[in-house]
């Protein structure tokens, strides 16, 4: 059988592209496609494999400007010709499931979510700086990119959505329905710790609609210390909105991820996410959440066992909810068997039985692939803060 993996670009480094990566695992013998891949932002598993990009690759300052070239992605992913293959999977929240195919090919697009910037363009958009010409022109050209989202959703056979979240988001916009198959959690990756340390998390690209202000100005009003782990559009605003309790330590090597993962108070979450890894990645750590009730982290966060909800994207609540924590004794060993549930192993033999199902049986049913224990040690140089919890 002749196998093809295509991902929407590799531009940034996200779930998304931990997904493809995994697939990429799953399938060691497919050919892999995108539409722009950065080197150095691939992610380290597919560091080593040959990744056919399109004509967009060679356009001037893709790595700059690789969002303002949305309108080309369509063309882009057309141009790619996957028609040799028999099976192919593509990792989509935009593009991919566009991708041409023989007619005798099975397609299955693990949907991300259907195309946010297109579907949802108005809260995407409600906190993103614009000036007059970007608010004038964008809303035609997304109402034709998702006149195209529309006619794509029907290249694929079938619809892998990675939570019940987005399964209704798909039925919603395309009228297809999808099986669930939660993103594998790389749980080897991360270990508890002994040591808790006095400050709160945030892990995330610093973009507008995953709500990191809420963190910061909760934290700033209660005088907790909240570490940012992460870079993006949206750095500058926060920042300015940030007091002297909250640090930004940009993009961090996985070490050091794992190093403040484990030893932190608890994960702050205060976006809607379609899924949201971050949550099982801390649970792995030993370490619980304080979530925003909605998307992903509804269904995987045990209310009061795993982490704790907020009702409304409000600094009060977000507060509130901080305060109900503090009172609370969690669970190590409890919030690691919870991530466990969620592990590659899982996510792997799943789709291996979806894919059997759905007329394309793996020829290699050997044991999934399970990522080795993290062996990279880190020790921090935080100056001006005290680092433990009082006791």
Request: charged residues 25%; positive net charge; hydrophobic residues 40%.
């Given at each position: ?19 493809a990566e995994e697939l990429a695992r799953m399938l060691p ?174 892990l995330a690209r610093l973009i507008s609609y995953k709500r ?79 979530a925003y009730r909605a998307g992903g982290a509804a269904e ?92």
């Amino acid at each position: 059988m002749q196998i093809a993996v295509v991902h929407d670009y590799f531009t940034q480094m996200g779930g998304a592209e931990r997904v493809a990566e995994e697939l990429a695992r799953m399938l060691p013998s497919a050919a892999l496609y995108t539409t722009v891949a950065m080197p150095d932002l691939l992610p380290p598993g597919l560091s080593s494999r040959r990744v056919e990009t399109s004509w967009m690759q060679h356009l001037p300052s893709m790595k700059r400007y690789y969002r303002l070239y949305f309108p080309l992605y369509p063309f882009a992913v057309r141009s790619l010709d996957l028609s040799r293959y028999d099976l192919v999977v593509s990792s989509s929240s935009g593009y991919a499931k566009g991708v041409r195919t023989s007619r005798d090919a099975i397609h299955v697009c693990y949907c991300h979510t259907p195309m946010r910037w297109a579907w949802s363009f108005a809260s995407y958009s409600a906190q993103e700086k614009a000036g007059i010409a970007r608010r004038l022109l964008l809303p035609p050209m997304m109402r034709a990119l998702r006149k195209w989202d529309e006619r794509a959703s029907h290249y694929p056979d079938h619809f892998v959505a990675n939570s019940k979240t987005v399964a209704a988001r798909i039925l919603r916009a395309y009228g297809r329905t999808a099986e669930v198959i939660h993103p594998p959690i790389d749980v080897n990756r991360f270990r508890p710790s002994p040591e808790q340390e006095d400050y709160y998390l945030v892990l995330a690209r610093l973009i507008s609609y995953k709500r990191i202000d809420l963190a910061i100005e909760a934290c700033s009003r209660l005088g907790r210390r909240l570490l940012i782990i992460g870079d993006g559009p949206d750095r500058d605003r926060l920042m300015a909105k940030a007091g002297p309790t909250v640090q930004f330590l940009s993009r961090l090597s996985d070490a050091e991820v794992e190093h403040y993962a484990a030893r932190c108070r608890a994960l702050l979450f205060p976006g809607e996410e379609d899924f949201g890894m971050a949550p099982l990645e801390l649970a792995a750590a030993g370490r619980p959440t304080i979530a925003y009730r909605a998307g992903g982290a509804a269904e995987t966060i045990l209310d009061g066992v795993t982490g704790i909800f907020f009702d409304r994207q409000e600094v009060s609540d977000l507060v509130e909810a901080i305060v109900r924590f503090e009172r609370q004794e969690w669970s190590a060993k409890l919030l690691r068997s919870h991530a466990e549930g969620f592990s590659a192993e899982v996510f792997q033999a799943r789709f291996r039985q979806f894919l059997a199902r759905v007329g394309a049986p793996l020829e290699d049913v050997s044991q999934p692939f399970a990522t080795p224990a993290a062996t990279q040690t880190f020790e921090p140089k935080l100056a001006g803060m005290p680092n433990r919890v009082p006791a």
